[in-house]
């Protein structure tokens, strides 16, 4: 998998998880989902993105 391909698949992740967290846990995980959809949001417009540094840092090849 490339970086963009695994940035896209921890998002999806994170999304679901603080979705279902938010739903049978507390209602206080939703920040996180949002915390995660604008961290997207700015990526699109700045192109970069803190989780592909460290996806770079740990080896991920690049696209």
């Known amino acids: 998998m ?12 994170f999304v679901l998880v603080s979705v ?3 739903y049978f846990v507390h209602p206080g995980f939703f920040l996180f989902t949002a915390f995660v959809g ?5 990526s699109g417009f700045s192109k ?8 770079r840092k740990a080896g991920v090849r690049e696209g």
Do not use: E, K, W
């Open 2 to 13: 490339t970086v963009n391909d695994t940035l896209r698949a921890i998002a999806g992740f």
């Open 48 to 55: 970069t993105c803190p989780m592909m540094l460290i996806l």
């Open 38 to 42: 604008a961290n997207l949001l700015q």
């Open 20 to 22: 279902a967290l938010g």
